[in-house]
């Protein structure tokens, strides 16, 4: 049984009283492994046994993980994502699991993605399209082939759709017996000269560089795509049509061929170098919990936790040493969560897996940071568990692990919290994990539903704070879409991807990375970028308005900070934007010894709070590499 299928039956067993059957031996399910494809349904039969292996009439309770599908209390499987995971069903204190696999849904339909269907002559357009199921979902396949109707006029090539002379053609994209197509133009190509911008001094890896083609000294005109070469290795492209970066320092000439002209420049790439470094002030070592989320305010660090029930407080008045000053308990089995309305002088904690069944949200007042107290608590709508919220003004905004929705919480009266609103995807068996919002919207974590866009009056879509209207989605073959975060014109995504078996006692490996998306076009966001540490996942983001750094708690990696200036573009990992990292991970009084497990950082008065799932509260600065000041 997965680690995730027995935190379910252990938080099940907390709910559990003395009316469950105690006298079960073993449970028998069948069939003994499940193997399906998307949108199928499958029923499961559990029989239990006492010790004599007679069967017997008890109440049973099913799971399985969201990231497959849902099982009701009959036992009925419905499959909606691919993957393999377990089934399992317990009575009183015996639990029985099988495995289950999905297979993915082949394509039924493709849809073609040309940035054009006029083209200029000797252009080498790039060919896309995006195939779906039969049940409407995005189907991540490599192996479209194309073809042209009429290869004299546009052939297609390499993944280009090379256009030679004035006419017309049709273009087909296929996967088996599925394919669309679309008639393409091509008008002759004009006459001139081509050049490209020159570049004066060197530029640095990752820098991007755009090469502005001319004709004539005049703009290309549209439908025109240059074919384009780097000479000098194979560490550099040049992306969106004319725009060069590079991953390594060195030499590269860039050859543009375009209407029976060639033009070329150089450009030097020198490493791109940072003159600060972090450095340890403090650690708030923990061994009772493992550490979740955490928020700073005045002299105070609050930490949520996991398999526990406390929100604890430290002290950070003197950084090097930081102190627990109190803690907040509740009926919970996960505090994952903390935000604060700084001007307002109050906090939200989250909960889940409350004996009670009563999960929900718990406001606290700040008036005395260190010491901080319960004014109430709002569980009506929101019962099912909350693991994370956002707070603008009086309203929270929560994710609800029964709906799977977003609820807005008004809590103008502290004492009387009560919802306002509620938005969420049409997908039965969506996963909404995290909410980030910036200057009137929302960008919703939706796990393999990736990232929604939400108006809340800030994208001109006619949404309110309380009547969010949806704007655009975008997702990507890794899934599991854990966390966005708005800067500039970038959104930051991360990934979160366990191994099925992973064990928070043990060491283990995630996987996922940090995705960057560009959404100066709200309605039709474009991903330009990575940040991947390898063998190591990413989790929670943070980054200043006013700063140019993104800090990750990456798991395994440790805490991590990731120069961000400029414009950004292909690999941030490979291109050295990285500044600096830490493995936060200790020896001594820590859950689980010298494995690091970020969770996520906070800048905070000048220096970097962050907390690790194994070993509690770190605190970091910048300090200069060398005599340079820190930029």
């Known amino acids: 049984m997965s680690r995730k299928l027995l935190m379910l039956v252990s938080i099940f067993l907390a709910w559990s009283g003395p009316s469950m059957a105690q006298d079960v031996a073993?449970?028998?399910?069948q069939p003994s492994a499940v193997e399906t494809s998307v949108g199928d349904t499958v029923r499961l039969i559990a029989t239990a046994y006492d010790s004599e292996d007679n069967a017997i009439d008890v109440s049973m309770q099913w799971f399985t993980s969201y990231e497959v599908g849902t099982i009701d209390a009959n036992g009925t499987f419905v499959a909606y994502s691919a993957g393999e995971r377990t089934i399992g069903v317990m009575a009183g204190e015996k639990h029985a699991s099988i495995p289950v696999a999905v297979r993915r849904l082949p394509p039924s339909s493709i849809e073609l993605a040309l940035?054009?269907?006029?083209?200029?002559?000797?252009?080498?357009?790039?060919?896309?399209?995006?195939?779906?199921?039969?049940?409407?979902?995005?189907?991540?396949?490599?192996d479209i082939s194309w073809s042209s109707s009429n290869p004299t006029v546009a052939e297609v090539m390499s993944g280009f759709l090379v256009a030679k002379k004035p006419g017309t053609a049709v273009i087909t994209a296929q996967i088996g017996p599925t394919s669309a197509t679309q008639r393409i133009a091509v008008s002759a190509a004009p006459t001139g000269d081509l050049t490209l911008a020159a570049r004066l001094g060197a530029i640095r890896t990752g820098d991007v560089y755009r090469l502005l083609p001319t004709l004539d000294g005049q703009p290309l005109p549209s439908g025109s795509f240059p074919r384009f070469t780097v000479i000098g290795g194979s560490s550099a492209e040049?992306?969106?049509?004319?725009?060069f970066v590079a991953e390594e320092a060195g030499e590269y000439t860039v050859v543009a061929e375009f209407a029976g002209s060639t033009a070329l420049t150089k450009l030097l790439v020198d490493q791109r170098e940072f003159d600060r470094k972090l450095e340890l002030i403090g650690?708030?070592?923990?061994?009772?919990a493992h550490t979740g989320d955490l928020w700073l305010y005045k002299n105070a660090a609050?930490?949520?936790?996991?398999?526990?029930t406390k929100l604890r407080v430290y002290n950070i008045s003197d950084p090097a040493n930081p102190v627990l000053s109190d803690s907040i308990e509740v009926d919970a089995r996960r505090v994952n969560d903390v935000k604060v309305n700084a001007d307002a002088g109050f906090a939200v904690m989250t909960?889940?897996?409350?004996?009670?069944?009563?999960?929900?949200?718990?406001?606290?007042?700040l008036a005395d940071p260190l010491h901080p107290t319960i004014i109430?608590?709002?569980?009506?709508?929101?019962?099912?568990?909350?693991?994370?919220?956002?707070?603008?003004?009086d309203l929270v905004y929560a994710t609800h692990g029964g709906t799977r929705d977003m609820h807005i919480i008004d809590v103008s009266d502290r004492d009387n919290p009560r919802e306002v609103g509620r938005w969420g995807i049409d997908n039965p068996n969506r996963v909404l994990h995290d909410i980030f919002i910036k200057d009137g919207i929302a960008y919703l974590s939706y796990w393999d539903d990736g990232l929604v866009i939400l108006d809340l009056g800030g994208a001109g879509k006619g949404g309110t704070p309380t009547k969010p209207v949806f704007v655009s989605r975008v997702y990507y073959p890794q899934g599991n879409t854990h966390v966005a975060w708005r800067w500039r014109n970038y959104v930051f995504t991360g990934d979160e991807i366990f191994p099925p078996d992973w064990d928070a006692e043990k060491p283990f490996q995630p996987t996922g990375y940090v995705h960057v998306f560009d959404v100066t076009d709200l309605e039709n966001p474009v991903e330009v970028a990575k940040y991947e540490v390898p063998e190591a996942g990413a989790h929670n983001l943070w980054i200043e308005d006013d700063q140019e750094t993104l800090y990750i708690g990456y798991y395994n990696a440790g805490l991590r900070a990731l120069d961000v200036s400029g414009e950004l573009r292909g690999d941030l990992y490979e291109q050295?934007?990285?500044?600096d990292f830490y493995l936060t991970g200790a020896a001594e009084n820590v859950r689980v010894p010298n494995t690091p497990m970020n969770w996520g950082a906070m800048y905070y008065d000048d220096k970097i709070f962050s907390a690790d799932f194994n070993s509690g509260l770190w605190i970091h600065k910048w300090v200069p590499t060398g005599d340079r000041p820190i930029s």
């Open 283 to 288: 650690h708030g070592a923990l061994a009772a």
């Open 115 to 142: 940035p054009t269907t006029s083209v200029v002559a000797t252009s080498w357009m790039p060919l896309q399209a995006e195939a779906y199921d039969r049940l409407g979902h995005r189907v991540w396949r490599s």
């Open 376 to 393: 109430s608590e709002y569980t009506e709508t929101v019962s099912g568990g909350v693991h994370n919220v956002f707070i603008v003004g």
């Open 302 to 308: 609050y930490v949520g936790s996991y398999h526990d």
């Open 351 to 365: 909960r889940e897996g409350a004996a009670n069944r009563k999960n929900g949200i718990v406001i606290l007042d």
């Open 576 to 579: 050295g934007r990285e500044i």
């Open 26 to 29: 073993r449970i028998e399910i």
């Open 238 to 243: 040049v992306t969106d049509g004319a725009t």
